[in-house]
């Protein structure tokens, strides 16, 4: 649906209005019939509200530019210096024995080029897939930062909040 949809567009005035008959149409019963109707349009309008929020959360994914901007717009949407790096990797190292001096290679047959085999932990992060930088000035509540940012990251990435 695009942004300018006016599917849920009511005018509730507008509707009390056609839906009154000519002959019951006075200025009093109208005013209690808006009356009536009132409610309804506060709730539609809290829906609409809902419904523009609930868009917004959609869009948000896992992606770096998509969480960089859910930050930026919820902790710093004036200057929007919150931004996200990679975390570091750790070095990866040849298998081998324990009673083998010196690392085995593996190679192709079509080529003469090694191929090395690692287990996950040795080319998984040390500890953080992701650093999540913010800016010394910035006033944020910590535990709504994270929980956010839990909300909408990788279930398996792991993050670490810096301040620069």
Known sequence: MSTTDNTYKVDFNKLV???????????KLFAL??????????????FIV????????????GQVCKLERLLNDKFDADLRRI???????SKRKYVYSKNELAAKHIYKDDENKPLYIYQQSEI???????IV??????????DVFV???SQFKMPSKKFKIVTF
């Open 133 to 142: 930088n913010v800016p010394l000035g910035l006033s944020y509540n910590a």
């Open 124 to 130: 998984a992060t040390t500890t953080y897939h992701f």
């Open 83 to 89: 931004y996200i790096t990679d975390g570091e990797k």
């Open 147 to 149: 929980s956010i940012l």
């Open 33 to 46: 019939c808006k009356a009536l109707v009132s409610p309804l349009s506060t709730l539609h309008a809290d």
């Open 17 to 27: 209005s056609w839906l009154l008959p000519l002959r019951l149409f006075k200025p």
């Open 50 to 61: 809902y419904r523009l929020q609930k868009k917004y959360e959609i869009e948000i994914t």
